[in-house]
Nanobody
Framework: QVQLAESGGGLVQPGESLRLSCAGS????????IGWFRQAPGKEREGLAC????????YYADSAKGRFTISRDIAKNTVFLQIHSLQNADTAVYYC???????????????????????WGRGIQVTVSS
């Protein structure tokens, strides 16, 4: 069955780093653009980092620039989100999503609010606390 599964979350202390994984099963992620999102308690879902399947171009939200890195491992059918210098404000449920990625779809568009993704993971909790 088609599925996206996030892993690598958990409880970390401020200043630490974390690498989240988004593993596809039942389908090949290679033709899909991938987005990472998060939703903090009481807030709307926020696009963080997106990557195109066409040229691996990336887009980062202002809140993610400098500390977040999205990357692919085609052989592992997995997309990663590396997060450095985690802060309390990074506490949220993190989601990955996959979308068919025609040539005219930009990474920025995939991180926009309301972009229509084909598949969503169930999310994984990241809690930053002392």
């Amino acid at each position: 069955q088609v599925q996206l599964a996030e892993s690598g979350g958990g409880l970390v202390q401020p200043g630490e780093s974390l690498r989240l994984s988004c593993a596809g099963s039942g389908f090949n992620l290679e033709p899909y653009g991938i987005g990472w999102f998060r939703q903090a308690p009481g807030k709307e879902r926020e696009g963080l980092a997106c990557i195109s399947s066409v040229d691996d171009s990336t887009y980062y939200a202002d809140s993610a620039k400098g500390r977040f890195t999205i990357s692919r491992d085609i052989a592992k059918n997995t997309v990663f989100l590396q997060i450095h210098s985690l802060q309390n404000a990074d506490t949220a449920v993190y989601y990955c999503a996959a979308a068919t990625d025609p040539w005219f779809t930009t990474a920025q568009a995939m991180c926009s609010r309301g972009f229509d993704y084909n598949y969503w993971g169930r999310g994984i909790q990241v809690t930053v606390s002392s």
